[in-house]
């Protein structure tokens, strides 16, 4: 639950989330969905477009010299 309300909280601040893992945020999200209520967990999942918005998400990746390139900053100029 911690980690949740960091990233709700980094939301609500309007903080940029592209370091952020939310692929493990979602697995805890989901977690805690099942646990409170598998019959929400099915509405929500099935309503949700997070997975595929997760998978065409822009990762930054480390160069040659071991420094992190931020891509989606680069490509929005």
């Given at each position: 639950m911690t980690?949740?309300?960091r990233l709700r909280?980094?939301?609500a601040h309007h903080e940029p989330l592209i370091h952020e893992d939310l692929t493990a945020r979602l697995a805890d999200?989901?977690?805690v969905l099942t646990a409170v209520d598998p019959v929400l967990h099915a509405w929500v999942q099935d309503g949700s477009r997070l997975q595929t918005v997760l998978?065409?998400?822009p990762r930054p990746h480390r160069c040659s010299t071991g420094?992190?390139?931020d891509t989606w900053?680069?490509?929005?100029?």
């Open positions: 980690r949740l309300h909280n980094r939301i999200l989901t977690g998978a065409q998400r420094t992190i390139v900053s680069q490509a929005r100029g």
